[in-house]
């Protein structure tokens, strides 16, 4: 089959390699379309837990072609989306149905041969039929979608909360639109794009501030206390440094953007302090790959603006480029 090789740092090919073989629980898929994500660019650029080379991919729907032995719940020409997050089931994180938290984690896409490629082979155990309702377009989001769901249950969301999403990329309006569900009086999204900046207002989740030298002063004025809740969307250590100053006292800020591993903040631990500011991260998902597909199933949650472009996998190094530019939105690769 054909597939995306990193393999090395920096370097992307499209190269023949074998045909995936199923185990006795896993499934052979063949992938119907792979969203790119900044998880895949931080890959690339070596600032993530990978080893090369590497087929990436890991925001994929697609059909299965072959089931191992002791597969029963699925069947050949099912429609899935695929968890990529593989856990061992066994260690004392697993133990406390914390899977994202395995202590022997290991992930398609990252650590393992992922979905940008004709065929992916994946453990029965974390495929999710797809239901009718759900296109492949829309269903190549449930797992980012998934994610955001995790970070929803890791945060409290109160009806009278007031927030703030630094970012308006795919997650960061995801993010938002996910507030919103949950029940957050009102959202404001902050985003320095002019492009994004217009697709969220289109989109209608709320106040819309342009990341400019009057950021601040506007901010204020949307919220002259501050945000209960305070989510990053960007990654970007800068933003993510300032950002707490615009929680207000006994809120909450919210790490779902990822930085480089290597990245530092600078942050007051007592202003933390005087304030009771609550610190939360969200990584990847935790068994919320269900409610993502009733989000989408019921109409809930809006995807179809969220994708720019759509490439086979002789565009996709340059469709990486433009991405890590900032001049797309989602892209999805379509093997």
Known sequence: MRAVVFPAPGQVEVRQVPDPTPGSSDVVIRVSRCGICGTDLHIFRDEYASRFPLIPGHECVG?????GGDVSD???????AVDPNIACGACSFCRERRFNQCQRWRVLGVTEAGAFAEYLVAP????????DAIDDAAAAWIEPLACVAHAMARLPVATTARALVFGAGPIGLLLAQALRLRGALDVTIVERRANRLALARRLGLGAVVAADDDLAARLRDQAPEGFAIVADATGVPAVIEHALAYVRPA???????????????????????????SIIGSFALNVTVPPAIAWLERGLIQTAALTSHTVDLDGFATALEAFAAGETLKVHVQP
Do not use: M, S
């Not at 699925?74 to 899935?80: A, I, K, T, Y």
């Not at 029965?124 to 239901?131: D, E």
């Open 251 to 277: 809120g909450h800020y919210l790490q779902f953007g990822v930085a480089p591993r290597d990245a530092l903040v600078r942050w007051n631990p007592y202003d933390i302090f005087r304030r009771e500011i």
């Open 63 to 67: 059909t299965v072609v072959a089931c």
């Open 124 to 131: 029965a155990r974390v495929c999710f039929p797809v239901p």
């Open 74 to 80: 699925l069947r050949v020409g099912q429609r899935v």
